[in-house]
């Protein structure tokens, strides 16, 4: 079965580091998406991405973030000087088109560690 | 602003039993809802989407129902099993590319 792939599985940073974490979304897929997960906390969605821009985003992406699909396969998410607070598990996910039934589906995540 | 609120936060039942996980969110204008499931320090998995439109889902021993006037879902599972044992997510989607709001899940424990 198809499947969202994530990497890497866990990336310990420096603070004030950038970091890239890398995303392959189902191959026939047109959308994709980046939410995060605080420990404990709620997952929350971050950015959707269509036809190479940005579609929506939350207030928590700002400046410090920036996605981009650099080739046919590949979409990333740029964390500029990474805070404390950054530290959470990122999740892609693609969707064929945002229709009403069809479904959302997410890789495995990228647990982010900024020390 | 979508509020989306799991109740119970954790349950722990015997192996066997039928229980009902339950989701509220406070905007009806929804496009549908998803249940998911999230095993500890893994991704998500879709278990059930139900559109707007729809009143129910079934998947195996999964049934999940939508009252989106009342602003309600119920997650139903039968015959629990140990392998049941992860934490269920209720997320709605507002539409288009709108992103998901989640609730906060529910953990289960399901005792062999």
């Known amino acids: 079965e198809p499947e969202v792939t994530q990497t890497p599985s866990h990336q310990v940073t420096q603070m004030g580091q950038e970091v890239i974490l890398r995303c392959v979304p189902i191959s026939n897929h047109l959308y994709f998406y980046w939410y995060r997960q605080i420990l404990g906390q709620k997952v929350e969605f971050l950015v959707s991405?269509?036809?190479?821009?940005?579609?929506?985003k939350s207030e928590i992406f700002d400046d410090q973030f920036s996605v981009e699909r650099p080739d046919g396969s590949n979409f990333t998410l740029k964390i500029r000087s990474t805070k404390l607070e950054d530290s959470a598990m990122y999740f892609c996910?693609?969707?064929?088109?945002?229709?009403?039934?069809?479904?959302?589906?997410f890789g495995e995540g990228s647990w982010l560690t900024v020390v | 602003k979508q509020e989306v609120t799991q109740i119970p936060a954790a349950l722990s039942v015997p192996e066997g039993e039928n229980l009902v996980l339950n989701c509220s969110f406070t905007?009806?204008?929804?496009?549908?809802l998803q249940w998911f499931r999230q095993d500890p320090g893994k991704g998500l998995t879709s278990l059930l989407l139900?559109?707007?439109?729809?009143r129910e889902q079934t998947s195996g021993r999964l049934n999940a129902s939508l009252d989106k006037s009342s602003g309600r879902s119920t997650l139903y599972i039968a015959a629990s099993q140990p392998g049941d044992s992860a934490t269920y997510l209720c997320a709605v989607s507002g539409g288009g590319a709108d992103g998901l709001t989640f609730g906060k899940g529910t953990h289960l424990i399901i005792q062999p």
């Open positions: 991405f269509y036809n190479n821009e940005i579609s929506e």
């Open positions: 905007d009806s204008a929804i496009y549908n």
């Open positions: 996910a693609s969707s064929p088109i945002p229709g009403p039934g069809n479904t959302i589906y």
């Open positions: 139900i559109q707007s439109s729809q």
